[in-house]
């Protein structure tokens, strides 16, 4: 099982770290956050979005806390006086910071039917289209983004279903190993 460790607290499920901070920002609707308890576990939950030290910049004073279509909608105000949105949601999800188990491995797993999918539907691919050698019988499924890459691009995204965003933005193609390795995704191997 996954457990996300914020500050000093343990949660079970993505699940529950997300209501814990909604409800400690519904608490805080149409206030600020910037001392104590809440501001120091807000801040641990923020520091798992993947683009942290950009949002926090020079510091953090405090987060505003609104609502906007019925969702809650957080602002840093920064110590150097500008203020940037930040998503919670989206810090909430992570970078895949679990103490157990592996996030890459679950989201991998998560597209595994699309990918067999894939090898099915190329079937009549024989050759490799980089360096024209007979492929093998299980040839190299090499993505474009990367996979990682697709995954940091879905952490930013505000999309909350990875196989489909993997779906509907990953492009696929048969390679033969070493075009493969060469092509510098070494972790992309399926
Ligand atoms: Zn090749």
Redesign the pocket.
Known sequence: MNTHVVGSLTFKTQADLKYYTKEILSRHLNKTIDHGYDFEFITQVFSRHPEWAEKKGTGVIAYKITSNMGSYHVDILRTDGTEIDISWNTAVRGRGRTVHGDRMKELRESVDEQIKEFRRSQGHITH?P??K?PLTSAPHVDHTPSFRTLVTLFDTSGADNFALYHKQNASLQF??G??NFKKGTSDELL
């Open positions: 490799c980089r360096c050698i390679l033969c070493p075009c």
